[in-house]
């Protein structure tokens, strides 16, 4: 829809009664720089055009003059709620292309991480989606639980959101001492507090009444636009990565890939919640049985991937994300691509919003779970 | 009549769901040992970072002021975007022979991303990542800093 540039410019196809409201760049609700143009007809959503590129700062081109180890640390400033699973991704698929195999201790620690990761940023989300509805008090009560986890990472990884921690044959350090209890005493913190969510957010009348059946999306849309994560399972659409393709400790783990049928921005915010229940499940397997062994391999001084093309996926807090990686022999890669799951999840949008109220787009928006550097990368 | 039955028990339940998340509010805040927030520069004198916290790259000076630093270079190398430059100098020694050794090494702090890979690259073990968490200056030129102290030398026993 670039139609809006054809109307601004021939002034004389101007209709009185539509208009176009612009969301953003600097709005709170889209949660970072995203440009949201809204064609309205009085306060009717017709179409929208999202404008990205605002915070696009190169990361896949920065890629290419940067030995492997050193791309890593980019990819957390991406997805950066989702920050160990991506660094995961390029040291899978780094290892895939070398055909190392990592010990299982790393292989555990990683899956603990990545499940600590998804609880982290489905906490903000949760944060965000009740702010953008209008409700304040979820801001704090989310912000609260996130905070010892953060505390999990900064002890073992020395950072709170920009990780560094997966380097290609392993981890960077061992885990910390004090790690199993800290994750063992937030999953027993966590599962008291998580039923508040439901009482204060999920039960609420005005929430249920707000989200119930808007924006719907159809199993065949979901999939015709590549709509994974949370956002798409909600439609019924099977897209687990770590069912479907299972990497690092997922293999020996039980979980449930949680669907839904209905596709509406209620069932969507349903299944995050019910993706947490699923993280602390995943992760009591887990923190018990760490084995015994190396946190990384040893790796050589410079690594050179052979010639030829590599993808890994892995499921990320939004959804599948991919990194493919042409290499041609040297030390840094002739091309890297990351498929993203919010490039996607937005660009669905359009179809989701005809018809609905503009008050209501945001709560749409605020379901797709948008994280901006992710999209512009 | 079962219509206006179904009706008002809607309302009578959208109103127990709006007063049970009061309740979960009400709840805390009467019981003021669940508060989390911190007074934050009020607290900054026993506020304890992680051992493992990554604040800035520092060169740890022992009491004769001596470091362990030989200049090689590794930490230049595997940082990614340049904030470390390292200029070696070479002196004479005792028995006559020319040795290189580190004269400066500028760590600019403003384009560090704290990402560890010159910890990990030193075989010296010469920098590590200290814990510092206040960084603001008035001057951008502050951030650019030499991290060996003016006079100091190598440690005895540092393999080159």
Redesign the interface.
């Known amino acids: 829809m670039a139609e809006y540039r054809e109307i601004i410019f021939n002034s004389d196809k101007i209709q009185t009664d539509d208009y176009f409201v612009n969301i953003g760049p600097q709005h709170p609700s889209t949660h970072g720089a995203l440009r949201i143009v809204a064609k309205l007809e009085g306060e009717i959503v017709q179409s929208i055009d999202p404008v990205i590129g605002y915070i696009h700062s190169g990361i896949e081109k920065m890629c290419e003059s940067?030995s492997y180890?050193?791309?890593i640390?980019?990819t957390d400033r991406m997805d950066y709620l989702s920050a160990h699973m991506n660094n995961e991704a390029v040291c899978l698929c780094i290892e895939n292309a070398l055909q190392v195999e990592v010990p299982e201790r790393v292989k555990y620690i990683r899956t603990i991480m990545d499940e600590l990761t998804r609880i982290a940023s489905h906490q903000l989300w949760w944060c965000a989606t009740g702010m953008d509805m209008g409700a304040m008090?979820t801001f704090f009560y989310g912000l609260?639980d996130r905070?010892p986890i953060l505390?999990i990472f900064?002890?073992?990884?020395?950072?709170r959101m920009?990780f560094?921690y997966n380097?290609p044959g392993g981890l960077?350090?061992d885990i910390?001492p004090n790690f199993q209890k800290r994750v063992k005493d937030f999953i027993r913190y966590f599962r008291k507090k998580l039923p508040?969510y439901d009482?204060?957010?999920s039960?609420?009348?005005?929430f249920k009444e707000r989200t119930k059946g808007l924006g719907v999306l159809s199993k065949e849309e979901a999939i015709a636009w590549g709509v994974t994560g949370p956002s798409g399972r909600a439609s019924g659409y099977s897209c687990d990565v770590r069912k479907l393709h299972p990497y690092s400790a997922y293999p020996y783990v039980k979980f449930e890939e949680k669907l839904a049928t209905d596709g509406d921005t209620f069932w969507r915010y349903q299944l995050r919640i019910e993706e947490m229940w699923e993280s602390m499940k995943i992760i009591e397997q887990l923190i018990d049985n760490i084995p015994e062994g190396d946190f990384a391999v040893k790796m050589k001084g410079v690594i050179k991937l052979p010639e030829g093309e590599f993808y890994q996926r892995v499921e990320s807090a939004r959804g599948e994300f991919g990194v493919f990686i042409v290499s041609d022999g040297k030390k840094n890669p002739y091309r890297l691509k990351f498929r993203s799951p919010g490039f996607s999840n937005l660009f669905v949008l359009n179809e989701l919003v005809k018809g609905v109220k503009i008050a209501d787009l945001v709560a749409i928006m605020a379901t797709l779970d948008l994280v901006i550097p992710d999209i512009d990368r | 009549m079962k219509a206006l039955f179904n009706y008002i028990k809607e309302v009578l339940g959208g109103f127990y769901t709006l007063l049970q998340g009061l309740g979960v509010t009400g709840k805390y805040l009467f019981t003021p040992w669940n508060y989390v927030t911190q007074s934050y520069p009020e607290n900054r004198e026993k506020l304890q970072m992680f051992e493992r916290f990554r604040g800035e790259v520092i060169m740890p000076h022992n009491e004769n002021n001596e470091h362990k630093c030989t200049g090689c270079g590794l930490c230049e190398l595997a940082c990614p975007n340049g904030s470390i430059e390292i200029i070696s100098k070479s002196i004479l020694t005792e028995d006559g022979k020319k040795k290189r050794i580190i004269d400066k090494h500028i760590y600019h702090l403003g384009m560090c991303t704290l990402c560890n890979l010159c910890v990990r690259a030193c075989p010296s073990d010469a920098i590590i990542m200290g814990q510092k968490y206040e960084h603001a200056v008035y001057n951008r030129s502050n951030l650019t800093k030499v991290l060996n102290k003016p006079g100091s030398k190598i440690m005895e026993g540092i393999k080159e």
């Open positions: 940067l180890p050193q791309l640390h980019l008090t609260r905070e505390d900064e002890e073992t990884c020395g950072a920009t560094n380097v960077m350090f910390h508040e009482t204060l957010l039960g609420n009348v005005i």
